[in-house]
């Protein structure tokens, strides 16, 4: 017979380890979303300015790494998230999406700071007028260019759009004949 | 030489081909005759020493007759003395240019830029590819009748273009010495 539960541990009666080893309870989609929305590896799309505040996001002082997403991949086949960085003209354009279509899915876009939402300043005939004229966009940072906080804001946007996302559900719906 | 010298030496060599000097704080500028162009400006590169093309531009005179203007930059770098010396001409809509690539050869960059922004051609350039827009992109965007917001293009699997929203733009600023708040930029109407 063990002793009588000390009071602090039976703040923790929800999951016992004693009794439940290993294991615990939970949804698939739960799961599989807290794992993606930890590991998002970003295709960075450093195309102007804010590519220095995204670089600056990256290194130690505001440490991108604390959400997982320090992983810049600069090759497309490994990215989750792509990070549209800047102004987006038109000769550069269809090659950001090229670079998109090649990253596969699950796949999130992040619009970050003016010109990559809506063309920002550059209301020209050289620019396009916001990336989600050609990629569905998640989040978009606003700022010219947004500081690293808010980046790291939008990235945690991104997660909990992630975390909310039905990636099982979804996935066993599709396979259930009609 | 100095630039002052080197524009005394061009007048007594040319005479009439030099049109106009001009001197503004202290930098000279000769306006020469079209067709004598390329020849002055060989003169400048092998007997005044200015070795170094700055840079080449155009200029949309629009409304005027002839409506371009080309503008080099020239510069003496290896004689040390650091003379910049402006040459300009005048040029007709249809007309092309004398290529000055065959004395600098940095010019084909420029005068690629000028025929991608303006759509003036010029004549012993070998390379008339456009340098900043994408070949078969249909427009001048540089000319003073292009719109600012652009037109629509479409250039298949390369690029394609649409109109800007300019929102109730262009939102320019006037040169006045009220305060920040009428100097800031508004939309105001272009006369």
Redesign the interface.
Known sequence: MPPATAPEEQIHAAYDSKVEGNIIFTQVDTAINWMRKNSLWPMPMGLACCAIELMATGASRFDISRFGAEVMRFSPRQSDVMIVAGTVT??M??AVKRVWDQMPEPKWCIAMGACASS?GM??????L?GID?LIPVDVYVSGCPPRPEALLEGLMKLQDKVQAEESAKAHFKAEKPS | MSAEASITSLQAKFGDAVLETREFRGEHTAIVDREKAHEILAHCRDTLGYDYLIDLCSIDNMGSDPRWEMVYELYTLANGENEHLRIKYTLPEGEKAQSVSDLWPTAKWHEREAYDMMGIEFEGLADHRRI???EGYP?F?LRKD??????PSEMP??????R????G??FVTSPTSASTVHREPRSRDME
């Not at chain 2, 699997?157 to 649409?162: G, I, K, L, N, S």
């Not at chain 2, 800007?164 to 929102?167: E, I, K, R, T, V």
Request: glycine share 8%; aromatic share 20%; charged share 15%.
């Open positions: 038109y000769k354009a269809l063309g550059y209301r020209s005939y050289a620019v007028q004229n | 900043l827009m994408w427009y965007p292009f719109p600012l917001a652009g037109r699997d390369v690029a394609f273009t649409e800007a929203s300019l929102a733009g262009p």
